[in-house]
């Protein structure tokens, strides 16, 4: 499903696939992209950030409108993506590290 943003996020609209609604299927779209696909987003949302947070954090957390979700979920997506691209050399996977498919988060399949 594609994700329609808020006309204050019209840029990112490229990036949508990224506003996944669950700890799971945003570390499964992380694992399965490549380098390049990481780092654009990663370059494009880095600027936008910190309007994103200022957008967001006007609701309280579990009360994020359904029109806001897109924008929340995709800062999500960029605190997944972000050590991959700053620390990993944007290696999609955790490096010298355990296969994170195996990896079952308590609460992943759960929307934010």
């Known amino acids: 499903m594609t994700e329609t943003l808020p006309a204050a996020f019209a840029s990112l609209s490229p990036f949508t696939a990224w506003a996944l609604g669950t700890q799971d299927a945003r570390q499964h779209k992380r694992i399965t992209s490549t380098k390049a696909e990481l780092k654009a987003f990663y370059d494009a949302v880095l600027p936008e950030l910190p309007k994103m947070l200022e957008y967001v954090d006007q ?54």
């Open 59 to 112: 609701y309280p957390l579990g009360q994020v409108p359904a029109e806001a979700k897109p924008v929340f979920w995709m800062a999500l997506s960029m605190a997944e993506v972000a050590p991959h691209v700053e620390l990993y050399r944007g290696d999609p996977k955790v490096p010298h590290s355990f296969d994170e498919a195996r990896f079952v988060a308590e609460h992943g399949r759960v929307p934010a």
